[in-house]
Each structure stands twice: as structure tokens, then as C-alpha cells.
Nanobody
Framework: VQLVESGGGLVQAGGSLRLSCAAS????????MGWFRQAPGKEREFVAS????????YYADSVKGRFTISRDNAKDTVYLQMNSLKPEDTAVYYC????????????????WGQGTQVTVST
């Protein structure tokens, strides 16, 4: 599977960005999708995930109420709407596809995209 992220950039604190991740090479509707991020000098961390059906959505506590994950199965694309951005949201954001199709357990990242930089200025 190939994952291509887009939508990153530079934004002022309090602003918004929408990240997109286009998937190809696998039946998109069979797999959960997730977003992770990695700030300089830190480990990659979970941000949000959405199940293959769209029925189960999870967020990290740090982004809950500010970020929204969604998917458009007709476009094989998953989105991350980021509002009320803070400087601590600055990181490279990665899209990931679940390791297993129709996974009913916790999201397990399999393949990754190349990442897109998000920078939030004060």
C-alpha cells in the first residue's frame, strides 16, 4: 500500500490545518487508518485512528476536542482536521494503515506515509 500525506505547513497558534492521506494499492475500506506525529527529539506518538467501518474513533488526550479524523471511502482518503493549533502540535505528521484488515482490536500501524511537516508559531 502507498500512503501520500499532504496539507502540512506553517500556521499561527490558534489556526487550523487539514491534513489528507491518499491511499492506493489495497482495499481501503477494509482497513483502519491512523495519524501519528513525531516532534524533534521525541518518539513518534499516536494522534488519532478510525476503524475500517468508521464506527470506532480514538484520539490522544492531547488533541481531543481540537482534532477530528474522518475518512472518505469513495476517495480512498483519510483526513485530520486540526483546529486551535498550539506550538506543541509542531511535528511531522504521519499517516498509517492498520496491519490487519477488519481489525476489531486496537489499531496496529503497518505501512507508513512519508510524513508532512506541521509548524505552529507563537
Amino acid at each position: 500500500v502507498q500512503l501520500v500525506e499532504s496539507g502540512g505547513g506553517l500556521v499561527q497558534a490558534g489556526g487550523s490545518l487539514r491534513l489528507s492521506c491518499a491511499a492506493s494499492g489495497r482495499t481501503f475500506t477494509s482497513y483502519g487508518m491512523g495519524w501519528f506525529r513525531q516532534a524533534p527529539g521525541k518518539e513518534r506518538e499516536f494522534v488519532a485512528s478510525i476503524s475500517w467501518s468508521g464506527a470506532k474513533i480514538y484520539y490522544a488526550d492531547s488533541v481531543k476536542g481540537r482534532f477530528t479524523i474522518s475518512r472518505d471511502n469513495a476517495k480512498d482518503t483519510v483526513y485530520l482536521q486540526m483546529n486551535s493549533l498550539k506550538p506543541e502540535d509542531t511535528a511531522v505528521y504521519y499517516c498509517a494503515v492498520d496491519r490487519m484488515a477488519f481489525n476489531r482490536a486496537n489499531f496496529q500501524p503497518g505501512s507508513w506515509g512519508q510524513g508532512t511537516q506541521v509548524t505552529v508559531s507563537t
